[in-house]
């Protein structure tokens, strides 16, 4: 038997029902004594895990969560049932960040005296569907089709969207079911429905949300539950509620908190556990705990970063932060994540990193930990490989990439193609990702037209 890291689900829901299963078992039963009375383990083996949050089910019991590619290999434990009962596990929940497919095969039987250890589950990364970008000088966002094996653009039918005045920041919840386009002078986000058959969106009835003032970046839970906007006047972070089917958002009752000067940028976990906001004038970025949407800032929060934060993103595995000094053409690397009452977070070995002229966006690939740095005042892309055991960066070879004045950068969920918002040429650039390299080499077609003044960027499988 191989001991993983693994978790109970973290939705609340899922979360009770996985410990009520617990109590009832260990009630029955206190031990794997063999006997029919007893409980014996599901093991077997997980393979292809990149994502968060995998969490598996026997009948309707919620089983064990597994995270990242820690948890691949044999000899992995699934969870218990007694001994004599019919088992039949499934997906309960599908890892995100990426988001991914998990199928499960030789998951069914009786449960015998040594118990089960044939239960196999395999997992490949979904392939990017389409690419929804906001510009902020024609308050719309465009849309299109990848072309998973090229990488190539595609406009979707009915593109651009109107969205509201000013949109600066969108995000896809992890579902692809919607999207969330931040307005900023408009102070409101716009919610959308996605054709998952041709990527068309269609306004959300309601839509727009008010937000606080100037709204600067918006951020979906992995659950598809809540949305989180901050608020750069306000100095706030808001929290909404996804109303299931609809897309449309309704505020948490006391879901607004203090954030700090200015905040910049959000984003979740990849557990759902945490919230962390940039505030740019600052200096400082904020944590935030989640409990059932609702935040609540952590000790001695908001913690130093650069000069003006502008951006921000973590590792895989919610470790490792990275945050893009505008002020200061740098990149904060912090460690000591989740933050604990025993350590507060704080810079990792060779933080801060150089990067050039004004970096104002960061996507990092969960695939091959590759981290990308839009630089807007120097026209160009950083690039860095990231030791996923210490969280330090080190420069790639050919870095930086051209690319003239970057507002935005997204990686595709296989780790294939990075994709840049050139906000002065009014384009998108595509660009295929070496595998062993991380280079960025400009695929055919490369770039691609966009509205005025593209800020931000949104991938959805």
Not at 33 to 57: F, Y
Not at 122 to 134: D, G, H, K, M
Request: net charge negative; glycine share 12%; charged share 5%.
């Amino acid at each position: 038997m191989r001991t993983v890291k693994c978790h109970l689900p973290t939705h609340p829901a899922v979360r009770l029902a996985a410990v009520l299963a617990t109590l009832l078992i260990t009630g029955c039963d206190n031990g794997n004594d063999g006997g029919s009375t007893g409980t014996q383990n599901l093991e077997g083996t997980i393979t292809g895990l990149v994502g968060s949050r995998l969490v598996l089910q026997n009948n309707t019991t919620p089983l064990n969560q597994f995270n990242g590619p820690g948890a691949n290999g044999g000899g992995v434990v699934f969870g218990t049932a007694k001994v004599d009962s019919s088992y039949v596990v499934t997906v309960l929940t599908q890892p995100t960040n990426p988001s991914q497919t998990c199928v499960v095969t030789n998951g069914t039987g009786t449960v015998g005296s040594s118990g089960v250890t044939t239960i196999a589950v395999s997992c490949v990364i979904n392939s990017p569907r389409f690419l929804y970008v906001a510009n902020r000088g024609s308050g719309d966002v465009s849309g299109y089709t990848i072309d998973a094996t090229s990488g190539a653009l595609a406009t979707i039918t009915g593109s651009p969207f109107t969205s509201g005045s000013m949109p600066v920041a969108i995000a896809v919840d992890p579902t692809g079911a919607y999207v969330f386009v931040a307005n900023q002078t408009g102070g409101n986000i716009s919610a959308f429905t996605i054709d998952r058959a041709t990527g068309a969106l269609t306004a959300v009835t309601g839509s727009p949300f008010a937000t606080g003032a100037l709204p600067t970046s918006v951020a979906v839970d992995p659950s598809s539950s809540f949305v989180y906007v901050t608020n750069r006047s306000a100095g706030t972070v808001s929290g909404y509620a996804i109303t299931a089917g609809s897309g449309a958002l309704t505020p948490l009752s006391g879901g607004v908190v203090a954030s700090g000067t200015s905040p910049s940028a959000v984003i979740v976990d990849p557990l759902g556990e945490f919230v962390y906001a940039a505030n740019q004038s600052g200096g400082t970025f904020s944590v935030f705990s989640i409990n059932s949407g609702m935040l609540s800032a952590d000790a001695g929060s908001p913690f130093p970063a650069g000069a003006s934060p502008s951006a921000l993103a973590l590792d895989p595995s919610g470790h490792y932060l990275y945050l893009a000094n505008s002020a200061a053409n740098t990149l904060t690397a912090i460690g000591g994540l989740p933050v604990s009452s025993s350590a507060a977070p704080g810079p990792i070995g060779g933080s801060p990193y150089a990067t050039d002229l004004t970096p104002t966006a960061i996507a990092i690939s969960a695939v091959n930990n590759f981290v990308y740095v839009a630089n807007l005042g120097a026209n160009d892309i950083s690039g860095y490989l990231l030791n996923g055991g210490t969280g330090m960066l080190t420069a790639l070879s050919g870095s930086p990439f051209t690319s003239p004045q970057p507002s935005s950068i997204a990686v595709d969920p296989t780790g294939q193609f990075a994709y840049v918002a050139n906000s002065v040429t009014n384009t998108v650039s595509a660009f295929a990702i070496a595998p062993t390299s991380g280079a960025l080499t400009p695929i055919s077609g490369s770039p691609f037209p966009a509205g005025l003044q593209p800020a931000a960027m949104a991938i959805s499988d």
